[in-house]
């Protein structure tokens, strides 16, 4: 299973995270990108290798870098703001390479909560972004991954399967956010069944349906007895990436949710 340190967001950058989870038994990771924790901008080229080698040295790997969607919008009415988040997300892809890291997450966009854009005008703004990043992924040998979430404009699994089926491109696939799904009362096991084919990463974590969470498992409406089997019969465990948030004992709640997802029937191995 995939770790994300997204819980050390505050407290530690991203490659002194991976040493402690390291040491507690982790070797693959999601790390979100966050000033201070990840910044491509604030990472010098010597840092940079030096991240490499202590990554080879932990036998530890990224899987994923989360470019992020609050800071940045592919959707943006201005064409200028659209290009400096093409500009971002290249700064992360370009991150993405010297790491051997194989997919970045990206957000659809946003639009005005008050007299919102049309859809239509969103979409289109959206996919005139990512004709301009796809190219520069796959130049890179990376993949890109649409995210659901709920402040974004296409906040379903079948919104994001509807994205990938127009641009109909290898390099964009989605991350599938089980809390986030469940939050906006759609059912993650049959989201993840019914559009497995477009899914390369699922994200995982509990949420409430009143307030918006990435809490640990069996504490929301999540059901992961059923969602265990639905990874077992599509991704695999090896595409699950444990996304519970916690500043405080973070080795414990990870530990924690472990357990609990072994009681729950998912097949960890070790």
């Given amino acids: 299973m995939i770790i994300n340190t997204f819980s050390y967001l505050w407290s530690a950058t991203a490659i002194d995270a991976i040493a402690e989870l390291v040491d507690d038994g982790y070797s693959t990771f999601e790390v979100p990108i966050s000033s201070p924790h990840c910044w491509p901008d604030e990472i010098s080229s010597?840092?940079?290798?030096?991240?490499?080698?202590?990554?080879?040295?932990?036998?530890?790997?990224?899987?994923?870098?989360?470019?992020?969607?609050?800071?940045?919008?592919?959707?943006?009415?201005?064409?200028?703001?659209?290009?400096?988040?093409?500009?971002?997300?290249?700064s992360v892809i370009d991150?993405?390479?010297?790491?051997?890291?194989?997919?970045?997450?990206?957000?659809?966009?946003?639009?005005?909560?008050?007299?919102?854009?049309?859809?239509?005008?969103?979409?289109?703004?959206?996919?005139?972004?990512?004709?301009?990043?796809?190219?520069?992924?796959?130049?890179?040998?990376?993949?890109?991954?649409?995210?659901?979430?709920?402040?974004?404009?296409a906040p379903t699994v079948r919104d994001l399967a509807g994205i990938v089926s127009t641009v109909d491109d290898d390099a964009l696939k989605i991350v599938y956010d089980v809390a986030n799904a469940a939050y906006i009362e759609e059912d993650p096991v049959t989201g993840l069944l019914s559009y497995q084919d477009d899914i390369a990463l699922v994200h995982i974590s509990d949420t409430g349906l009143e307030t918006?969470?990435?809490?640990?498992?069996?504490?929301?409406?999540?059901?992961?007895?059923?969602?265990?089997?639905?990874?077992?019969?599509t991704c695999g465990v090896s595409n699950v990436v444990l996304?519970?948030?916690?500043?405080?004992?973070?080795?414990?709640?990870?530990?924690?949710?472990?357990?609990?997802?072994?009681?729950?029937?998912?097949?960890?191995?070790?």
């Fill in 46 to 90: 010597s840092e940079r290798s030096a991240v490499k080698a202590r990554l080879s040295d932990y036998g530890a790997s990224i899987r994923s870098l989360n470019a992020g969607g609050y800071d940045i919008n592919l959707a943006s009415p201005g064409a200028n703001m659209r290009r400096k988040s093409i500009e971002h997300i290249k």
């Fill in 95 to 153: 991150l993405a390479v010297t790491w051997d890291v194989p997919d970045v997450v990206i957000s659809p966009g946003t639009r005005r909560p008050m007299i919102s854009p049309s859809l239509e005008k969103a979409h289109g703004w959206m996919h005139e972004s990512l004709g301009g990043l796809i190219p520069l992924a796959k130049q890179a040998g990376t993949r890109l991954l649409l995210e659901n979430t709920p402040y974004c404009f």
């Fill in 243 to 270: 996304e519970v948030i916690r500043e405080e004992n973070t080795l414990f709640e990870f530990g924690q949710a472990m357990r609990d997802l072994v009681d729950k029937g998912w097949k960890l191995g070790n």
């Fill in 212 to 233: 918006w969470g990435h809490d640990p498992i069996g504490t929301g409406v999540v059901d992961f007895a059923g969602l265990g089997a639905a990874v077992e019969a």
